[in-house]
């Protein structure tokens, strides 16, 4: 069985200043994507970053960043220079590589940014 | 722009009521998805759909169904709705196993 584990339930960050939401995940299988989705209050769930498991660098885009350690199951997303539109609950994901992109999630972490 | 729209954002139902929750896309997605989501317990996978007619059951596909007869739409059914059955749902589909998957803005069910 796959697991995905956000031990991180709320986490805060000064705007402008630099967060890292962790998450660790179990898996068996040796081919799969790992997903930061973003759901702000009340809108609707959008991707923030996708990392492909068989890539060792990690991706990034724009403010957004991962520290993927595929040996330490460890898929931790670090934002940097925090805005005020990146509170939100974030959602870290595995994709289970077999059968049609189904996706376990974590439980979630609320970030607050503080003005 | 991929849209993901769900027929209800709010609803109120009595137990023992037959539910039925649709979702529509219009990118002509192969994958689609009905998960309901609950504090702490981040989003569960109830039941998926890789094509029309076609079905599979997810972690958590007791007390549910669904009906998938137009690609464009996903159909998520309580055959008798139960308190325990309160929660956010939240529709997703994708156009391919690796591809994002796209969400719909949620539907809040309460079962009195």
């Known amino acids: 069985a796959q697991t995905v584990t956000q031990s991180q339930p709320e986490m805060s960050v000064q705007e402008a200043e630099t967060v890292t939401l962790s998450c660790t995940y179990d898996t068996s299988e040796s081919d799969y994507y790992l997903f930061w989705y973003k759901q702000p209050p009340s809108r609707q769930m959008i991707l923030v970053i996708r990392q492909e498991a068989y890539k060792q660098q990690n991706a990034t885009e724009n403010r957004f960043s991962v520290n993927f350690q595929k040996a330490a199951k460890s898929f931790s997303l670090k934002i940097s220079d925090s805005q005020l539109g990146d509170a939100a609950m974030y959602f870290c994901a595995l994709s289970r590589g077999t059968s049609y992109g189904k996706l376990t999630f974590g439980q979630g972490t609320i970030l607050t940014v503080h003005p | 722009d991929v849209k993901v729209t769900q027929s209800s954002r709010y609803l109120v139902k009595r137990t023992g009521e037959k539910v039925f929750l649709e979702c529509v896309q219009d990118?002509?997605?192969?994958?689609m998805f009905w998960y309901r989501q609950d504090p702490g317990l981040g989003l569960r996978l109830i039941y998926f759909?890789?094509?029309?007619?076609?079905?599979e059951k997810g972690d958590i596909p007791e007390g549910y169904s669904v009906s998938r007869e137009k690609k464009e739409r996903f159909s998520l059914i309580l055959e008798s709705a139960s308190t325990n059955q309160t929660s956010m749902y939240l529709c997703?589909?994708?156009?391919?196993?690796?591809?994002?998957?796209?969400f719909g803005p949620g539907t809040r069910l309460t079962v009195l």
């Open positions: 759909s890789y094509d029309v007619k076609m079905k």
């Open positions: 997703a589909s994708s156009l391919g196993r690796w591809d994002e998957q796209f």
């Open positions: 990118m002509d997605h192969e994958n």
